[in-house]
């Protein structure tokens, strides 16, 4: 089984407002890496920080054991301990309300069934150069969307 760190990160400019992820690909043992961003107008941090973690796992075609390496609590605690609580309450909170991104929620257990994933947070721009490089990816995709 190949295994992976994917290294994530979503950025907003407005939260709602236009937003940009990207992430970097890399196989453990292997020689490179795959760096991809992208951005969408009316969107939010959160749903962008998700975004980056799908596509990132849309590059992947073959069961594999991953380490998603984030600075986004949302994202590593949804993954670690909320994500199997929502799915048993029908997709509803501690307080019984909706999840919220539940459409990038349930790709992301979708996900989970086909791939072993093994979430880390990281503290954000601390001396992590795979994170610094996919936020100013994220950032750089908004500056791309504006000018279009």
């Known amino acids: 089984m190949q295994r992976f760190d994917l290294f994530t990160d979503g950025a907003c400019s407005g939260n709602p407002g236009p937003g ?3 992430f970097i690909l890399r196989e453990i043992g292997g020689s490179g890496e795959l760096l991809h961003s992208g951005a969408e107008h009316g969107t939010t941090n959160n749903r962008m920080e998700l975004t980056a973690v799908i596509r990132g796992f ?3 075609s073959t069961p ?3 380490r998603v390496i984030s600075d986004s609590e949302y994202v590593v605690k949804g993954l670690k301990e909320w994500l199997s609580a929502w799915k048993i309450r029908g997709w509803k909170t501690a307080a019984k309300k909706p999840v919220k ?3 990038l929620w349930q790709q992301l257990d979708q996900i989970r069934s086909i791939h072993t994933v093994t979430p880390v947070w990281i503290r954000g721009h ?5 994170n610094t490089k996919c936020d100013e ?5 908004i500056v791309t969307l504006r000018n279009r």
Do not use: K, T
């Open 20 to 22: 940009g992820w990207g």
């Open 126 to 130: 601390a001396e992590h150069p795979e």
């Open 137 to 141: 990816m994220a950032v750089a995709a």
């Open 58 to 60: 849309d590059s992947i």
């Open 101 to 103: 991104n539940i459409d």
């Open 64 to 66: 594999s054991q991953v």
